[in-house]
């Protein structure tokens, strides 16, 4: 009979309730499983044993062999220390212990060997080890030592109360001795096959006492391989239950709105890019299933037109489509230009805001609800219960990470079934990320650029080099370009950079001084009609210079803007200085982006400016951020489940979410209900997985 794994951790020999109540305070250790699923953070080689004269001042961990040959006690500011002199045939070094001294004089005896292991200290002129682990060389070995010994996860308590790594270790051999190291696979035996991946069992043995390091890197594949797995197989689950369960409007017709627009009316050529994500785009619509997509481009990539075209293909099939930006300026923008594109196909649009008049909104109201209005664009506005649509068939949601999940699914609910969703974002999300953390989302990306384009030019300047700075600016604008200048907002320090922006200001007006140049400053504390008035003065090319906080960064289009400075450069994410920098290039002259920054920079800020110089490629900067931040820090990503991978990481660990969501696709394609005999292990594990919140406690 198997050993129960939901038995309380208490019940382990060698654990008793005063462990076990550390164990599940510190570690959240609560049963038999969660402990075979504490995997360790690294290993140390064992079977290296150094001599005292080999020693190097690099804290390294050793082992060596040797002696006591006496115990002296040093008195320090708080109390004393005990110190032992160690020696083997090479030389002297010390061992040194601040508590627990009584007992460790009275267990240790001078002239037998030891086997001691710890981190050395270089000190006045001598190597010692803190708190060596220490044991008789003759029991030392007797005790079956795996070669690569496991290090797991430990908290100071743990460690003060005595449960060193080395209790850890002996309870998981206890454990694996109750459970004869036998576990329940949770892989289908043709996915083992196929991937050449070793057992359950086998897998949990080698992570926690590997003898050789290819068995520790078979296990670590494995589990990791099965954790992405299981992971993926929920995201793509949902996906296919939600297209199956949530009936979409089918739009099947290609009508006259669009065929008209598209043969007389677009402005331009299509890039590829464009015209494939449209096909997914009109697959999805076309379809029974409602969707669920987001669309992920560069900034300048093109977004709108993709977007306006998908909103011809629900007003060809009679429905109203709305379209949500996360500011009122956007949102004019937006319906300005749609505007435009909507008077020779003769389409009704408005504009909804919180600052709308109360006329226009109960026409807009409306208009709405017998049907009229066709295309309604505007801020969070849209989601007031008051805004009710007769029969509302697709929303487009722009710039996604400002708003929430909950208010996307507001949305849902102006409608007796939901309306397709498109989500645009120009922030690129690195595929893994996106894989992991937008799995249940289908994805389209456009990754062309419109043709002709100019690279914008990208430097890196230092504050004392701002008068050269300002020269060039002075020539830009003599030949009639435009000029954003950004300052950091973050809102812990609102106030220093509110001083820090005001500041720039009267040194700017002092240097780019009226009437010959004419300045725009918009920021956080000013009212919305006055930050409209100073941004249309700007878009109207009244105004040289915009100066502002990052309320500009997203979406404003003034393709008259040939450079974009962000002062205290150091102080930005990069996404938000890629998505600073997609303000300018917006026209046909070259552009330019100048960094400013003080010379104290982190090694972290030189990364991320040197990248900004180095590359334009949304996706490339990306990746990088990803990897200086990890997948914590990166937005979005809070709520999902990425966070609390146990042994997998998404940004080292890339192939094996890849292959891990490739067979989780494949196997749903071919089984999508899980009911073919040979996929009932992963059946029974995705329903035990759906019991429990960290995926670990259901794997094994
Ligand atoms: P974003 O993806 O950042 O929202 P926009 O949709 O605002 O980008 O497009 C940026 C600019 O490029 C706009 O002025 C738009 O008219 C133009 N544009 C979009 N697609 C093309 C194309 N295929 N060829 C030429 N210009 C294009
Ligand atoms: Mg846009």
Redesign the pocket.
């Known amino acids: 009979m198997s050993v129960n794994l939901q038995t309380p951790i208490d019940y382990l020999k060698g654990v008793g309730p005063n462990r076990a109540d550390l164990l599940r305070s510190e570690l959240d250790i609560k049963t038999y499983q969660d402990l075979i699923n504490l995997f360790p953070n690294r290993y140390i080689d064992r079977t290296k044993y150094y001599k005292i004269n080999e020693l190097q001042r690099n804290n390294a961990e050793v082992q060596i062999i040797g002696v006591i040959t006496g115990f002296k006690e040093v008195a320090q500011k708080r109390g004393k220390r005990l110190v032992a002199d160690f020696k083997d045939e090479t030389g002297m070094m010390e061992l040194v212990w601040f508590r627990g001294q009584k007992w460790i004089r009275e267990s240790l005896k001078i002239g037998q060997p030891y086997v001691i292991f710890g981190k050395t200290n270089w000190f006045s002129g001598k190597y010692s080890i803190p708190h060596p682990e220490i044991e008789l060389q003759s029991e030392h070995n007797n005790n079956l030592r795996s070669a690569m010994q496991a290090i797991y996860p430990s908290t100071e308590k743990l460690s003060n109360k005595g449960i060193t790594n080395r209790v850890v270790t002996k309870i998981m051999q206890q454990l694996f001795l109750e459970t004869k190291g036998r576990f329940i696979e949770t892989l289908s035996d043709s996915t083992k096959n196929e991937l050449k991946l070793v057992s359950k069992s086998d897998a949990l043995f080698n992570i926690h006492f590997p003898k050789t390091p290819e068995q520790l890197s078979r296990a670590q594949f494995r589990l990791k391989f099965e954790e992405l797995f299981y992971i993926q197989l929920q995201l793509i689950l949902k996906n296919l239950i939600h297209k199956s369960k949530i009936k979409g409007f089918p739009f099947d017709k290609v009508g006259d709105y669009f065929n008209s627009f598209y043969n007389n009316h677009l ?5 590829n890019a ?1 015209k494939r994500v449209l096909k997914e785009i009109r697959q999805d619509l076309g379809s029974n299933a409602q969707m669920n997509r987001l669309l992920q ?9 993709v977007a306006f075209m998908s909103i011809l293909m629900g007003l060809d099939n009679g429905f109203q489509c709305c379209l949500m930006a996360p500011t009122a300026i956007l949102s004019a923008q937006h319906y300005n230009g749609l505007f435009e594109l909507c008077k020779p196909l003769n389409i009704s649009i408005s504009l909804l805001t919180g600052s709308s008049k109360t006329s226009e909104r109960k026409k807009i109201h409306e208009n709405l609800e017998n049907g009229s209005l066709q295309i309604l664009i505007g801020t969070h506005a849209l989601l007031e219960d008051k805004v009710k649509f007769k029969n509302l068939g697709l929303a487009i949601i ?1 710039e996604q990470h400002r708003f929430g999940v909950a208010q996307r699914s507001k949305l849902w609910h102006k409608n007796t079934s939901p309306p397709h969703v498109l989500v ?1 974002t ?1 922030t690129p999300i690195p595929r893994t990320l996106a894989m992991s953390v937008y799995g249940d989302l289908d994805i389209s990306v ?1 990754d062309e650029l ?3 384009r100019k690279p914008i030019k990208t430097v890196h300047r230092f504050d004392n080099n701002r008068l050269k700075v300002f020269k060039f600016m002075k020539d830009e604008i003599a030949i009639g370009r435009q000029i954003y200048i950004v300052y950091p907002l973050i809102q812990e320090s609102e106030k220093m950079d509110y001083k820090d922006l005001m500041d720039g200001h009267e040194s700017i007006s002092r240097e780019f001084s009226m009437p010959d140049y004419q300045i725009s400053i918009v920021h956080g504390k000013m009212k919305p009609a006055d930050k409209d008035y100073e941004m249309q003065r700007f878009v109207k090319g009244e105004t040289n210079i915009m100066m502002a906080t990052t309320v500009i960064e997203v ?1 404003v ?1 003034v ?1 008259n803007a040939s450079v974009m400075i962000i002062e205290s450069a150091e102080r930005f994410g990069l996404s938000q200085l890629h998505q600073l920098r ?1 303000r300018v290039g ?1 026209g046909a002259e070259q552009s330019y982006c100048i960094l400013m920054t003080s010379h104290k920079l982190s090694q972290d800020s030189k990364t991320r400016l040197e990248t900004m110089v180095r590359s334009s490629d949304g996706f490339e900067i990306a990746e990088v951020d990803l990897k200086l931040r990890g997948p914590g820090d990166i937005m979005g990503t809070q709520q999902s489940g990425v966070l609390n991978l146990r042994i997998a990481d998404i940004v080292k660990d890339k192939d094996i979410l890849e292959q891990a969501r490739y067979y989780a696709k494949n196997i749903l394609k071919l089984d999508s209900s899980l009911a073919l005999p040979e996929h009932r292990v992963i059946l029974d594990t995705y329903r035990q997985m759906s019991k429990y919140r960290n995926i670990w406690n259901y794997i094994s």
């Open positions: 402005p331009f050529e299509l890039t464009q481009g560069d900034v300048g990539s093109g977004k709108t037109i722009d645009m120009a456009i419109p043709a002709g979406g289009n393709p997609g917006r």
